[in-house]
C-alpha cells in the first residue's frame, strides 16, 4: 500500500507560477513510476505529467513546455512546477503511483492516488 500526500496546491494570478509536491510512504518509490493528473468540475480526470524510474517524461500537449515533472527518490517524493499558468489550469491537481517502469496515461492504469491539492489561476 502506498500513501500519497500532495502539497503545495493556491491561488495565483495568470503567467505566475507554483510548485506542487507529492510524497509517498513507500520505501520503494524509485520503482514506482508516478503521474500527475487534474480534475475540474463536472469533468473526467485528465492526464498531465508523467515520469518513470529512469525519470523519462512525459507531458500532456497544452502544459509541455511549462510544466516540469521531476523526482527526488531518496525523499520519496515527485514535484510539479509550473510555470506561466493560464485560468484554464484551475483543477484539483492529484498525484498517481503505479509499480513498474511503463508509460501509463490513463487514471486507470494508477493504483495509487493522493487527495488532491486546489490550484487555481486568475485572470
Known amino acids: 500500500q502506498v500513501h500519497l500526500v500532495e502539497s503545495g496546491g493556491g491561488l495565483v494570478q495568470a503567467g505566475g507560477s507554483l510548485s506542487l509536491s507529492c510524497a509517498a510512504s513507500?520505501?520503494?518509490?524509485?520503482?514506482?513510476?508516478m503521474g500527475w493528473f487534474r480534475q475540474v468540475p463536472g469533468k473526467e480526470r485528465r492526464f498531465v505529467a508523467y515520469?518513470?524510474?529512469?525519470?523519462?517524461?512525459y507531458y500532456e500537449d497544452s502544459v509541455r513546455g511549462r510544466f516540469t515533472i521531476s523526482r527526488d527518490d531518496a525523499k520519496n517524493t515527485v514535484y510539479l512546477q509550473m510555470n506561466s499558468l493560464k485560468p484554464e489550469d484551475t483543477a484539483v491537481y492529484y498525484c498517481?503511483?503505479?509499480?513498474?517502469?511503463?508509460?501509463?496515461?490513463?487514471?486507470?492504469?494508477?493504483?495509487?492516488w493522493g487527495q488532491g491539492t486546489q490550484v487555481t489561476v486568475s485572470s
Open positions: 498517481a503511483a503505479e509499480y513498474g517502469n511503463s508509460l501509463y496515461l490513463h487514471e486507470d492504469e494508477y493504483s495509487y
Open positions: 513507500e520505501g520503494t518509490f524509485s520503482r514506482y513510476a
Open positions: 515520469i518513470n524510474w529512469n525519470s523519462i517524461t
